[in-house]
C-alpha cells in the first residue's frame, strides 16, 4: 500500500508517536500549526472521513477524545481545535483519515472555525435548505 500514514503505522517511516491502541495510531504532525499539533489515525487505511464505517467512526473519536484531553492536561492548554480536511476540496492532502488536534493558546493569533473558509451563499432560504438537507436521512 504507498500510503504514507499506512508507512507510519508500520513503521516503516519514523514518527514521534504520543498514543497507540488497537484502532489508531497518534502523532506528532510534521509541520505543526503549534504546539503538540497531533495527528491521530485509524490503522485501517480509508481516504475519506465520510467513507468510514459508523462504529469505526465511534472508535476513532473516542480515541480522539481521550488523546485530545491527555494534550490538555499535560501540556497545560485550556482547548483545541479539533478537525478534519475531508477531501482535497477541503484541503486534505494525504489521502489516509486523520483528526487534527491543534492545541490553541491565549494570544497565539489563531482564528476558529469560521476562518477556514467565508462564502456562505444565500442566507435567506435556510428553511427550504434545511429540507433538502433532511432529503439525506
Ligand atoms: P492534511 O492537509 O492532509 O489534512 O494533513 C496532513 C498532515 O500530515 C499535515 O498537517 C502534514 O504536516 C502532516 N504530515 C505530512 N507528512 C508527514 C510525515 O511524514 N510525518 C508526520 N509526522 N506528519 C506528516
Ligand atoms: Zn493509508
Redesign the pocket.
Known amino acids: 500500500m504507498d500510503c504514507?500514514f499506512c508507512k507510519?503505522i508500520a513503521g516503516e517511516?519514523p514518527?514521534?508517536k504520543v498514543y497507540e491502541d488497537e484502532f489508531v495510531y497518534a502523532?506528532?504532525?510534521?509541520?505543526p500549526t503549534s504546539r503538540g499539533h497531533t495527528?491521530v489515525i485509524p490503522k485501517i487505511h480509508i481516504e475519506r472521513f465520510t467513507e468510514m464505517a459508523p462504529e469505526d467512526v465511534g472508535r476513532l473519536f473516542r480515541s480522539v477524545s481521550q488523546v485530545a484531553r491527555g494534550i490538555e492536561q499535560i501540556l497545560s492548554i485550556h482547548g483545541s481545535n479539533i478537525g478534519i480536511?475531508n477531501g482535497e476540496v477541503a484541503?486534505?492532502?494525504?489521502p489516509h483519515v486523520?483528526v487534527?488536534i491543534i492545541p490553541r493558546r491565549e494570544d497565539d493569533n489563531g482564528g476558529s472555525m469560521h476562518s477556514i473558509v467565508n462564502m456562505p451563499g444565500d442566507t435567506s432560504d435556510l428553511e427550504e435548505l434545511a429540507d433538502v438537507i433532511r432529503g439525506a436521512f
Open positions: 504514507l507510519i517511516i514518527s514521534y502523532f506528532l504532525d510534521i509541520n495527528v480536511n484541503g486534505q492532502i494525504v486523520h487534527h
